[in-house]
């Protein structure tokens, strides 16, 4: 029984061929005679060797054919129908790309009013605290002016 094809025998095959069709004489004999060899040691016939070049080519017969027609056929429905989803994820991506973008504008414009607001911010709390120690000190001074002051008291007498 004969063995698959190994690739590398199909390539070495199609160059020996390439050789044959040369024009040089001597290459062609070579050529042919090496194809002998390979076909007597792998058992090879001259139709099954014919048989493997077609079906490598790709000329199949007519029934393959239509099968093959509906196995593309079916893969380009597939692919179609994979390429519509994908058109619809891509305007979905950028919708949702397009809001972002419009939040990261909505979001720098925050970030610049508050960023112009944080310097008065701290003066009008330095202001207030400063107004409120002086009203503080004002009015503890308002009340010392405004009580009775009583006789000082002679704190002499406790050292001796």
């Not at 070495?12 to 390439?18: H, M, P, Q, T, V």
């Not at 199949?60 to 027609?69: A, I, L």
Request: net charge positive; hydrophobic share 40%.
């Amino acid at each position: 029984m004969a063995r698959a094809p190994d690739p590398r025998e199909i390539k070495i095959l199609s160059d020996i061929l390439a050789l044959v069709l040369d024009e040089q004489p001597g290459h062609a004999a070579t050529a042919l005679e090496r194809i002998r060899q390979m076909a007597r040691r792998d058992n090879v016939t001259g139709g099954a060797l014919k048989n493997l070049f077609i079906t490598r080519i790709g000329t199949v017969p007519q029934k393959d054919t239509s099968d093959r027609e509906q196995g593309l056929q079916e893969r380009i429905s597939t692919l179609e129908r994979r390429l519509r989803q994908s058109e619809a994820d891509t305007r979905t991506a950028q919708l949702r790309l397009g809001r972002c973008q419009m939040d990261v504008g909505l979001l720098q414009m925050e970030m610049a009013t508050v960023q112009t607001q944080k310097p008065w911010r701290y003066v009008a709390i330095v202001f207030a605290v400063g107004t409120g120690l002086l009203v503080g000190i004002a009015a503890t001074e308002l009340y010392h002016s405004l009580t009775p002051t009583r006789a000082p008291i002679d704190r002499a007498s406790y050292l001796r």
